[in-house]
């Protein structure tokens, strides 16, 4: 339920703040006063689009604070919401938000003292309260509406039907993409296959990369390589006595003989050995590779070839090897679904049937559930309609065939028959906005004990209607208050009295500035307010004792 609600620099409010009960909470106040600033602050902080004209003239920004304690079922929905989001849970059941709008645009959402998006906040504030008010009223006339309450009321899982419509959606989407692909399927499948065949002829592999570039290279220049690497073995290790080997060997016999006289010399004649052998070493190296070297030129022209062919598949496919086997993998797949084209359309098409099949399965079954429910709704709402003033009013909820869709395959009407002798007609049709309200107020009560969400907001159920039928929504009021809380704005003393918590929204004009307030009323406070519904305020006056009277014949227990 809603705990608090704190509003500070919206419109008319410049600071006031409201706590709420359960049960039945009244708000009151003349035409004005701010009693829907109220209602835009709750829709503020259950996700509403932000508005900066809103802030308080002269203000930075606008802040609302809201805060609910909740348990059961919807405590467990919105700490699922939370743990995606990575919000911080609710410790001891209570759920903080806190917006903020600022005059130059844009604003700021914190949830349990954690930023969060409007997207979040939304998912959250659907969770947990409910708002009513005459543009919501409209909405009942909408099917998608009546479906909702409906399935409600009944307790349908639609899970099992969304599953199945997405299954058909799904295979119908493959079947179409298949059916309404290139027209030619003839010239496509050739020119896939000449690809294919083209890449797969040239048998390409990783060496075609840079290995085949170092190959071709070395085979351009095979004469100066051999040329130079042979008189560089030469050098290092030739036959002449003026090879760098010759020259260290005898460097090593000289300091061998120096050693039997000098005996430090002996690492030296080491030294000279050591490198003796790393040359003959790096000699042999060089020669050996030079005698792999192929500089023959059919060689030459074959690798000429290769690295002209690899060039002429990456200018035309793709710039790397790698990247023409891929797209060589992709073409051959296509090749194949349009050579097995006319199997897969078969396989496709008995796939929708099947699909098709299994949505109206689970459709019928949701329509049994539907019927069933919609004849127990329909008998609970006209004998709450009798309740509100529609003595001879008819109720009736239709479940016909429909499109299949998600939601099954019903269309859903609620069906109205205001006055005797008149056939029932969509609701929409024929309803005034205070007989849809009533209409809606008589199912939210039924639908009570089946919801989840904690809080129903009311904004004006009770307009256009007075006396007895106030008296009767009052009531109403308060029987659904019993299973949520509600919150409910009105201007009929009627139903004002049965609130377990009344709080009057007024407003005064100071410094040139007005400023709305809220305040808590008992006692006496509550009789004067209750009286100034009824048209006279005034200590002692006829209108003070029907507050009275009113008061204590609703027998509200004020919390």
């Known amino acids: 339920m809603l705990s608090r609600l ?5 419109a008319v409010v410049e600071d006031a703040e409201a706590s709420f009960c359960p049960g039945l909470n009244v708000i009151t106040g003349e035409t004005g006063s701010g009693k829907s600033v109220l209602k835009g602050a709750l829709e503020l902080a259950l996700g509403a689009r932000a508005d900066a004209s809103a802030v308080r003239e002269g203000a930075a920004e606008a802040r609302v604070e809201a805060e609910f304690n909740l348990s059961g079922a919807a405590l467990s929905a919105v700490a699922e919401v939370l743990e995606e989001a990575d919000l911080p849970p609710c410790e001891n059941g209570t759920l903080s938000i806190r ?14 003292d954690a930023s969060a998006t409007g997207r979040t906040l939304r998912r959250i504030g659907s969770l947990v309260a409910d708002l009513h008010g005459p543009e919501d009223s409209r909405a009942m ?28 959606s799904s295979a119908r989407k493959a079947l179409d993409s298949l059916k309404n692909g290139v027209a030619d399927f003839a010239a496509e499948a050739e020119s896939l296959r000449w690809a294919v065949d083209e890449i797969d002829a040239a048998s390409l592999t990783e060496d075609d990369e840079e290995p085949l570039s170092a190959r071709h290279a070395a085979a351009a220049h095979a004469a100066e390589i051999v040329e130079d690497a042979s008189a560089a073995a030469e050098a290092l290790d030739g036959d002449g006595g003026s090879s760098a080997a010759a020259a260290l060997l005898e460097a090593e016999n000289r300091l061998a003989a120096a050693a039997r006289h000098f005996p430090e010399a002996a690492e030296w004649r080491e030294a000279a050995a050591s490198a003796v052998a790393q040359i003959q070493e790096l000699a042999r190296t060089v020669t050996d590779a030079v005698s792999r070297i192929d500089a023959d030129p059919e060689s030459l022209a074959a690798l000429d070839e290769r690295v002209s062919l690899v060039k002429r598949l990456k200018r035309k496919y793709a710039p790397t090897v790698a990247e023409i086997l891929e797209l060589r993998d992709a073409k051959a797949a296509r090749l194949d679904d349009i050579e097995h084209r006319a199997e897969r359309l078969e396989a496709l098409e008995k796939e929708v049937a099947e699909a098709e099949k299994r949505v109206r399965a689970e459709g019928a079954a949701l329509s049994a559930i539907r019927r069933k429910a919609a004849k127990n709704l329909a008998a609970a709402v006209t004998a709450g309609l009798h309740g509100l003033g529609f003595l001879k009013s008819g109720f009736s909820v239709s479940v016909e065939p ?42 939210e009560s039924v639908l009570a004990e089946h919801g989840s969400v904690p809080t129903l907001f009311f904004d004006e159920m009770d307009s256009n209607i007075g006396g007895e039928t106030g008296r009767a929504v009052g009531e109403r009021l308060r029987e659904t208050a019993k299973h949520r809380q509600v919150i409910a704005i009105t201007h009929l003393p009627q139903s004002a009295v049965f609130g377990d918590r009344h709080l009057a929204v007024s407003k005064s004009v100071s410094g040139g500035r007005t400023r709305a307030r809220i305040d808590l009323l008992e006692g006496d406070a509550l009789v004067k307010e209750i009286a100034r519904m009824l048209g006279d305020s005034a200590e002692g006056s006829a209108a003070a004792a029907h507050a009275r009277e009113l008061i204590a014949s609703a027998g509200a227990n004020r919390k």
């Open 402 to 443: 429909g499109e299949p869709s998600s939601c099954g395959c019903d269309e859903i009407r609620f069906m109205f028959a205001p006055n005797p002798g008149e056939p029932a007609r969509p609701l929409g049709e024929i309803a005034s906005s205070g007989e849809i309200a009533r209409v809606m107020l008589a199912a």
């Open 99 to 112: 917006r903020t709008v600022c005059a130059s645009g844009g604003g700021r959402i914190r949830v349990n």
């Open 141 to 168: 006339a909408d099917g998608s509406v009546q479906r909702r309450l409906l399935d409600s009321y009944a307790g349908a899982d639609l899970s099992a039907c969304a599953a199945a419509w997405s299954a058909l």
């Open 6 to 10: 704190s509003v500070r620099n919206l």
